[in-house]
């Protein structure tokens, strides 16, 4: 009886989960201003860097093939809960091990919670609610949803760069306080209600199938493309927009590296709320011109080099690939069967995560072997056509659809 009083209500619920969703985002980018810190200790070169990133994003994908569905029948809340744990476990592992290959190991470990905890997170939210506002369009679920993982992503080096550049030991005193927040989070969860009724037999096990909606194979595609060159334009300044800002703008201030990576999450975050109730064809349209224009500048900044162009690019590119990364995630949702709705959310998830992985690795190969000014020239050039054929392609689907205000 005493577990019941205390369990919350699906409004309630809904808002933990919302709040640990962007917690757990968080953590998973705050390392990014500390990079040049272990670069400098370490001396390894960019591509080692990307390396330590890459794993991070490895760890994301095997996680969503192996574990992002099994809420569908496991349950959403102790999913979450593990998810959470394991990003308790890389934050001990960042903790005792500053080794770059213990900082490969410990990013994919951080890598398979974000997996784990994307695709679920998602599904609970919408499920929730739908239980708290029967009568709510689902857009309203997927926008907070998008703002959570976006608004985490934002956040997170933001906190890196406060802690690498005014508070003592910066490579283990972030990890220490986000595993005492994880662990609160954990017990947060305990009170939220679960949504996925258990099968009445017992499901037996098997990888992620890497299906799409039925009769839906077109407009998934075109959605899943939109997450790839969305996470594609987040992941540069995720991974190596310190090692841009040093060697191309002579800025070492760590925590102008992470207020950097903060102004493009957080442009793209709160496009996705303040923009919310524009229609999906305006929204798109603005993406499209917000990724052109946006990209245009970083390329302008970089070249001449003016710092404030290249940020105010930035600014804009994440108010583009913000909307254009919401419109995805909300067009799929619709699509997806309600009772394949986890494996469906994994897809498309590892899709974008695919995004952040292999642009970044290739960047960082480029690296290797030419200067940086081309290397983000090419790559913001690749960034452009994609992000910009991708919300076309959506905006073109909308428009077919014809869809009322409240759906935007």
Same mark, same amino acid.
Request: aromatic share 10%.
């Given at each position: ?63 969503? +093939? ?41 990013? +994919? ?300």
């Amino acid at each position: 009886m005493a577990g019941r009083r205390l369990r919350l209500g699906p409004h309630e619920g809904f808002w933990v989960v919302a709040v640990t969703f962007l917690l757990v985002m968080a953590y998973s980018t705050l390392p990014t201003p500390l990079y040049p810190i272990y670069q400098q200790r370490d001396g390894f070169p960019p591509f080692v860097l990307t390396l330590i990133f890459a794993s991070y994003a490895v760890g994301v994908v095997v996680s969503l +093939f192996f574990a992002g569905h099994i809420s569908d029948w496991v349950g959403r809340r102790r999913v979450l809960i593990v998810a959470v744990l394991v990003s308790a476990a890389s934050a001990v592992l960042f903790v005792f091990f500053t080794d770059v290959p213990e900082l490969i190991v410990a990013r +994919f470990v951080n890598g398979v919670s974000i997996g784990m905890l994307t695709a679920t997170a998602t599904a609970h939210l919408g499920e929730l609610r739908a239980a708290a506002r029967p009568d709510e369009n689902a857009i309203v679920a997927a926008s907070v949803s998008g703002a959570a993982n976006l608004g985490g992503l934002s956040l997170g080096p933001l906190f890196g760069g406060l802690f690498a550049e005014y508070l003592p030991n910066p490579l283990m005193l972030p990890h220490v306080v986000f595993l005492v927040i994880l662990v609160v989070a954990v017990g947060a969860l305990l009170l939220v209600p679960e949504t996925v009724e258990p099968p009445e037999s017992r499901v037996r096990y098997r990888p992620q199938r890497l299906s799409v909606p039925a009769g839906a194979g077109v407009p998934f595609a075109i959605a899943a493309f939109g997450a790839f060159s969305s996470f594609a334009v987040l992941g540069l300044f995720t991974s190596l927009a310190p090692t841009f800002l040093v060697v191309t703008f002579d800025v070492r201030d760590h925590l102008m590296a992470g207020a950097t990576s903060f102004a493009v999450f957080g442009s793209a975050a709160a496009a996705q709320v303040l923009l919310a109730r524009l229609r999906l064809r305006l929204q798109l349209g603005l993406a499209v011109a917000a990724c052109a224009v946006g990209l245009a500048l970083i390329a302008v900044g970089a070249v001449t080099p003016q710092l404030g162009v290249f940020l105010v690019g930035g600014i804009v590119a994440g108010v583009g690939v913000g909307l254009l990364f919401k419109a995805s995630l909300g067009t799929v949702v619709m699509l997806a069967d309600p009772r394949r709705k986890g494996e469906t959310l994994a897809l498309v998830f590892l899709c974008g995560y695919a995004g952040l992985a292999i642009p970044v690795l290739g960047v960082g190969w480029a690296l290797g072997f030419a200067a940086p000014m081309p290397v983000l020239l090419v790559f913001a050039a690749l960034a452009l056509v994609a992000t910009v054929t991708s919300g076309v392609a959506l905006r073109r689907r909308a428009t077919r659809r014809t869809p009322s205000p409240a759906v935007a």
